[in-house]
């Protein structure tokens, strides 16, 4: 049996009002890609603060020019439209990690899911990805927006996950499943790590870092880091710069990456 549909009103309800950084909420039973909605929503001008959820993605895009893809009602699939106009560019590479951040809160206190975040912004759930980030800038005549996407496996169960290392909310022995409930907390923890980076003007060293690092499963490991373009990084996570880039110790020498796949290899010691 399908899990229950999401309704639009409840999530209203709970989410808008006249504080919130919410002003809309869609609900679409099927699209193509809810950040493909928002994004193409972003360059017909709309403002910050729109929310599109989908019941089911045809075409789920994920990190790399990967595909995100889940069975209809079985996760959340969510993108919403910011335009973080008053913080540098140089400091929008936080916004990936930031929401990463946001879905770790959140599995904690409305699931009772101890996750981790392999960095960017994988969210692992026992060592296995229950969900996962993808930010991509779009260029508006408003000037340039950001759409946050998220995909969180919820009710699938492990015939129908998506890879080997991928595992679910139920399958993990979440406190609940349901969707509305998570989605809910969810958008709410956003939005208090946005109001506190724009407070901050971006800058990670007001506690976006500090937090982000505590919750980070990837520093001290031996790890392997494939790179978008060149031969594969092995090497030691030893931090996070103030650009939210990943440092490497390889063979005792410093590198630094901004984009690209980790694998973790073994633990720290
Ligand atoms: C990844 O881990 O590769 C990122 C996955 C991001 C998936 C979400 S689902 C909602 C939103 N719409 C998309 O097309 N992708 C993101």
């Given at each position: 049996?399908?899990?229950?549909?999401?309704?639009?009103?409840?999530?209203?309800?709970?989410?808008?009002?006249?504080?919130?950084?919410?002003?809309?909420?869609?609900?679409?039973?099927?699209?193509?890609?809810?950040?493909?909605?928002?994004?193409?929503?972003?360059?017909?001008?709309?403002?910050?603060?729109?929310?599109?959820?989908?019941?089911?993605?045809?075409?789920?895009?994920?990190?790399?020019?990967?595909?995100?893809?889940?069975?209809?009602?079985?996760?959340?699939?969510?993108?919403?439209?910011?335009?973080?106009?008053?913080?540098?560019?140089?400091?929008?590479?936080?916004?990936?990690?930031?929401?990463?951040?946001?879905?770790?809160?959140?599995?904690?206190?409305?699931?009772?899911?101890?996750?981790?975040?392999?960095?960017?912004?994988?969210?692992?759930?026992?060592?296995?990805?229950?969900?996962?980030?993808?930010?991509?800038?779009?260029?508006?005549?408003?000037?340039?927006?950001?759409?946050?996407?998220?995909?969180?496996?919820?009710?699938?169960?492990?015939?129908?996950?998506?890879?080997?290392?991928?595992?679910?909310?139920?399958?993990?022995?979440?406190?609940?499943?349901?969707?509305?409930?998570?989605?809910?907390?969810?958008?709410?923890?956003?939005?208090?790590?946005?109001?506190?980076?724009?407070?901050?003007?971006?800058?990670?060293?007001?506690?976006?870092?500090?937090?982000?690092?505590?919750?980070?499963?990837?520093?001290?490991?031996?790890?392997?880091?494939?790179?978008?373009?060149?031969?594969?990084?092995?090497?030691?996570?030893?931090?996070?710069?103030?650009?939210?880039?990943?440092?490497?110790?390889?063979?005792?020498?410093?590198?630094?990456v901004g984009a690209g796949d980790?694998?973790?290899?073994?633990?720290?010691?």
């Open positions: 049996m399908l899990p229950e549909p999401l309704d639009r009103d409840r999530l209203e309800t709970a989410l808008l009002g006249a504080d919130s950084l919410w002003r809309r909420v869609e609900v679409v039973e099927s699209t193509d890609s809810t950040n493909a909605d928002v994004a193409a929503a972003a360059r017909r001008g709309t403002d910050e603060g729109l929310v599109v959820v989908a019941e089911h993605q045809r075409a789920g895009r994920g990190r790399l020019g990967r595909r995100w893809e889940s069975p209809p009602r079985s996760g959340i699939a969510v993108s919403v439209l910011l335009r973080p106009s008053s913080v540098g560019p140089a400091r929008w590479p936080w916004l990936p990690l930031l929401a990463g951040l946001a879905v770790h809160d959140c599995l904690a206190d409305v699931a009772a899911v101890e996750a981790r975040l392999k960095w960017p912004n994988d969210v692992l759930v026992v060592g296995r990805k229950a969900a996962g980030v993808l930010v991509e800038r779009i260029d508006t005549d408003a000037g340039p927006a950001a759409v946050i996407g998220i995909g969180l496996n919820v009710s699938v169960g492990p015939p129908e996950l998506p890879t080997p290392w991928s595992t679910s909310l139920a399958i993990a022995g979440a406190a609940t499943t349901d969707r509305a409930t998570i989605l809910v907390e969810l958008l709410r923890r956003l939005a208090a790590r946005y109001h506190d980076w724009i407070g901050a003007e971006g800058d990670p060293a007001a506690g976006l870092r500090a937090a982000y690092v505590a919750a980070c499963d990837t520093l001290g490991r031996e790890v392997r880091v494939e790179l978008p373009d060149g031969d594969p990084l092995v090497g030691r996570a030893v931090g996070v710069d103030m650009s939210g880039r990943l440092e490497l110790s390889v063979g005792g020498e410093r590198r630094v980790v694998v973790h290899l073994r633990s720290g010691s």
